[in-house]
């Protein structure tokens, strides 16, 4: 089959078919072709592509995610994609491929990244959730060292590995198309941080990416150091992404004097570490005295009480650039509220620049959590409502790079 498909490719007779066909007619064909049963839920999807002259002059995304509630999912296998990139090769209207949460392996991501090699098109792609592990993601860097089109790419979850992580970070030293890849969730086993020692260097003479995802890296303080480090010599880094990790304190003092002098980060998420007070003072200092470029800052489940979190709102009465802050998930007192509650009735905060919404209750203010956030969308899509809401996924306001990633 795999012969066959290559051929298919080569021979370009899917290319030779009438432009006006259209792409589910196109799958129909090669699956007929090489005798392949087809999937309903891709048909579906291509019926719905829309393929006017108005719509393709603006391009086209693609959204085959395997996680959609919404309508019955038949999950795209190696197999599939096998056929799909038959009809997508030579689609010069297909710009981004939602893949999430399939059923592809690393057996999937050999013919992914040989099809990446040949596309000179596509510049998004979400592989979030296809367990493609360390030889998938090997192939990915491979991909990299030929490809110049694909701006963004998505290999969250998809159990990458020490070796693949490194290459991946390697690669990006001399690839200056990339500019915002998550590379979430690995599974590792050191407690060494080498590839957070890697990713540093990387960061060092990188000078293409605005985004970075290293959500789930087990990063500790030693990590943050090297990151910080490395972050002094960056110039285009604008969003990174730092929770869930193990940072503490003594990591986000290293943060917060890097704070004083970066002129380039916009988005910061910290959401999910422990950097407890202490961690708050550093950042408040930073933002207070020096800082005014950061707009958004995430540091919801950190441990933080309502001292850190005082000092975090009186540093927006001095810093006016910072207009996004989500603290939900510490403790909060009295004090807190009230800080927060005086911030949004002046107007220095707006209530959709956070995820706490004061009220009172016998004189006492209190919070309540409101659903807002950098990307609360990410890897999920609600059951009504739009999925791309700025109120809830404000980095696509801030950072347009974030869009389709």
Request: glycine share 4%; hydrophobic share 40%; charged share 20%.
């Amino acid at each position: 089959m795999d012969s066959f498909l290559l051929e298919l490719a080569s021979t370009s007779q899917v290319d030779t078919m009438p432009k006006y066909i259209s792409l589910d007619q196109q799958y129909s064909l090669a699956c007929e072709e090489l005798k392949h049963p087809e999937n309903p839920f891709i048909v579906r999807i291509l019926q719905e592509v829309k393929q006017d002259e108005e719509t393709l002059k603006k391009k086209i995304t693609i959204k085959i995610a395997g996680n959609n509630r919404l309508i019955p999912v038949q999950k795209v296998t190696d197999d599939d994609f096998q056929i799909l990139a038959t009809i997508f090769t030579n689609n010069v209207f297909l710009t981004g491929l939602d893949l999430r949460y399939n059923l592809l392996s690393d057996a999937g991501a050999v013919h992914i990244a040989a099809f990446l090699q040949r596309n000179e098109t596509l510049l998004h792609l979400r592989m979030t959730g296809n367990k493609i592990d360390n030889k998938g993601g090997m192939y990915f860097a491979a991909m990299l060292q030929v490809n110049n089109t694909l701006q963004k790419l998505d290999l969250g979850d998809t159990d990458l590995r020490t070796q693949s992580l490194i290459a991946l970070a390697t690669v990006l030293n001399y690839n200056s198309a990339i500019k915002a890849i998550n590379l979430n969730r690995p599974i590792l086993y050191s407690e060494e941080e080498e590839t957070t020692i890697h990713t540093a260097l990387m960061l060092k003479v990188n000078c293409t990416l605005v985004e970075l995802h290293l959500c789930k890296h087990e990063m500790k303080n030693f990590g943050m150091e090297r990151l910080c480090d490395a972050l002094y010599e960056n110039s285009t880094l604008r969003y990174l992404d730092l929770s869930c990790n193990k940072i503490t304190r003594d990591g986000i003092k290293f943060l917060g004097k890097l704070l004083k002098h970066n002129t380039t980060l916009e988005i910061l998420d910290l959401n999910f570490n422990r950097i407890e007070d202490d961690g708050a003072f550093y950042l408040s200092e930073a933002l207070t005295t020096h800082n005014r470029t950061l707009q958004a800052l995430a540091v919801t489940n950190n441990n933080i009480s309502g001292k850190g979190l005082v000092a975090l709102a009186e540093s927006m009465k001095t810093n006016l650039v910072l207009s996004y802050i989500y603290i939900w998930g510490n403790k909060f007192d009295e004090d807190c509220c009230v800080a927060f509650a005086e911030l949004i009735k002046s107007g220095r905060l707006k209530p959709t620049g956070t995820d706490v919404d004061p009220y009172e209750v016998d004189g006492n203010t209190y919070f309540a959590e409101v659903s807002h956030g950098l990307k609360r969308h990410y890897y999920w899509t609600p059951s009504y409502g739009q999925p791309d809401n700025h109120d809830e996924n404000a980095s696509l306001a801030i950072t347009p790079v974030a869009e389709n990633l």
